[in-house]
């Protein structure tokens, strides 16, 4: 029996999990691949599960297709939309949502392994499909691999990956070397010296202190980044305090930097790190702050003779209008984790899901940032079709160019 892909990806999208939580988009998964007769091995990574599709001899390739949803409150007004709700690693009860599109990567790689298992006359070699928790922490790739994924399967030929955009349906975006750049995520900890409210000559007031490293922290890129190079820094989260007449003793910042390379990641982290120094010095900070990196991800680099050799068969299955060149995306991603460990080849794309009419209307009015939703958006909703059709499409093309 064919797999409904529409009810899968309903499925997924109304009950979505944060990372390293996803054990009922894991329970799925498996359930899939049971009704389909591939075999697999679940709990890889905590949450991740492994398919194994093998028909004789040949190349190795592997699938990989992320499943996290994110701590957002969906505001798409659609019939399926999620109502779910998780604990986050505070321990406080939040929204969830797939506000990027994870459940349509599960979709897209569930539907890419049916095609390919009915077709088996066609292709030889071996297909590993890894669908991987925890994207969104930046942890999951590596959690699979510390739980000795690159030992118990067979290395990889190549290794290929997909993520949905917004780009109009039926569009892939593919470029070949930087795809997607490197980031950190920094939790920053400004020391004060609390007291009562009324008395702030008594206290060093840390949200002071805050603000004034949040404004600084703007002049990183503004004013000691050359226009001509990239880098990001953005301030995602700022905590302190409890009561409107209590000065408190701490306040918390979390940062997200990005950047194309390593050098450029060397003078941003010191940059940064030189800022909250100083503000914390200018307010006469007792104590020095705390500054922890939470994670760490490198640029995702696509291999170039891999990346001509898909493109090539992209433009030859979908036409050559249908491939273009995205340019560097300033997100980031653990996908690399897995080609960089076995000095396989990456080629990782994106594939577009904004409806193609509002995309058209909405850029010969000027107003894509407005009017097209983009990942993390509360209003993030591809359309179904032709999105879903074309995400599995993608993935069987990509396979099938090294499998056949």
Known sequence: MAIDLEALYIDLHRHPELSFQETRTAGVITRTLTELGIP????????????????????????????????????????????????????LDVPVMHACGHDMHVTALLGALERLAATTGEWSGTVIALFQPAEEFGAGARAMIDDGVLDRYPAPTVV??????????????VRPGTQMSAS???????????????????????????????????????????PRNMAVVTVGSIHAGLKHNIIPAEAT?????????DAARLRVLAQVERVVRAEASASGAEQEPTIVTDHTLPPTINDAE????????????????????????????DVSWFARD???????????????????RAAADGTIDRDVPTNHSPYFAPVLHPTIERGVETLVVAAREWLD
């Open 253 to 261: 910042l979390q940062l997200s930097l990005r950047y194309p390379d």
């Open 184 to 226: 950190d995520g920094l939790t920053v900890t400004l020391h004060g010296r609390g007291g009562h409210g009324s008395r702030p000559h008594s206290t060093i007031d840390p949200i002071v202190m805050a603000a004034a490293t949040v404004m600084r922290l703007q002049t990183v890129v503004s004013r000691e980044t050359d």
């Open 160 to 173: 290929l990956g997909q993520h949905l955009t917004p780009l109009p349906a039926g569009l892939i975006g």
């Open 342 to 360: 076995t000095g396989a080849p990456l080629v990782f794309w994106f594939w577009g899901g904004v409806d193609p009419e509002l995309y058209a």
């Open 40 to 91: 697999f091995d679940e709990g890889i990574g905590r949450t991740g599960v492994v398919a194994t599709l093998r028909n004789g001899d040949g190349p190795v390739v592997w699938l990989r297709a992320d499943m996290d949803g994110l701590p957002v409150e969906e505001r798409t007004g659609l019939a399926y939309a999620s109502t779910a709700h998780g604990l986050d690693p505070a321990g």
């Open 306 to 333: 891999a990346t001509a050799r898909l493109e090539a068969a992209f433009r030859r299955a979908f036409g050559k209008s249908a491939v273009i060149d995205p340019g560097m995306f300033t997100g980031s991603e």
